[in-house]
């Protein structure tokens, strides 16, 4: 049974655009929500995190939204560049340091120049 | 160090053979984790290790996977008797002791097995 389902599985945008990837959750003693950019040939880099007291976290072109009742959340990139196109994982974990990552199935992401 | 360092970068074995791959966290990090990338991107979880402890290996196949986590050495994940199944990208995280911390990956081992 998957626990984090992530969509869309490939997504093509313009330079300068919103890019837009939708994760939802089924555990609820989920607790951290990391974002995983991956390039070809590299290990997933952190981009940003959400813990479920907030609704919505931003740094620089990236945001977190993320809607507790209906487990869902969502990395939204804006103004686009093509040196983000990479591909991009959620993932969630229970509270505390030791549980490893669930992850989606990511999500392979153009930006077309 | 300050990355997490995985060796070897590749490693092709003949099915039955066994594959030993190394792990070196960032030096102060408490935990310790191995995933398995297949071919899809779908990353699978499969041992945690606080310190030299295993803390979960629900994600282990245990009849032929083995992990270690020894101090003053590399971490190792050790699969016997290969299959072709077992053909993925295999990373190493680490992290410190805490909530919300972030996992940092290594670059990985591509495990091929002919």
């Known amino acids: 049974q998957q626990q984090v389902k992530q969509s869309p599985q490939s997504l093509i945008v313009q330079k300068g655009g919103i890019s837009i990837i939708n994760c939802a959750y089924e555990n609820t003693a989920f607790d951290y929500f990391p974002w995983y950019q991956q390039f070809p040939g590299k290990g997933p880099a952190l981009l940003i995190a959400i813990r479920p007291d907030v609704s919505e976290k931003k740094e620089g072109r990236f945001t977190i939204s993320f809607n507790k009742s209906a487990k869902q959340f969502s990395l939204h990139i804006m103004d686009s560049q093509p040196g983000d196109s990479a591909t991009y994982f959620c993932a969630a974990r229970r509270e505390g340091g030791a549980d490893g990552l669930t992850f989606g199935k990511g999500t392979h992401l153009i930006i077309q120049p | 160090g300050e990355e997490v360092a995985q060796t070897p970068k590749h490693l092709v074995r003949g099915e039955g053979q066994k594959a030993k791959l190394y792990c070196a966290p960032i030096?102060?990090?408490?935990?310790v984790f191995w995933y398995q990338q297949v071919l899809k991107n779908e990353f699978k979880f499969l041992i945690s290790?606080?310190?030299?402890?295993?803390?979960?290996e629900t994600g282990m196949p245990k009849e032929r996977f083995s992990a270690k986590c020894l101090p003053n050495s590399p971490c190792s994940l050790e699969i016997q008797a290969t299959k072709l199944e077992d053909s993925a990208v295999y990373f190493c995280?680490?992290?410190?002791?805490?909530?919300?911390?972030?996992?940092?990956f290594g670059q990985g081992t591509r495990l091929t097995v002919v």
């Open positions: 995280a680490s992290s410190q002791w805490g909530m919300n911390t972030e996992a940092f």
């Open positions: 030096k102060g990090h408490s935990y």
């Open positions: 290790f606080q310190n030299e402890n295993v803390f979960d």
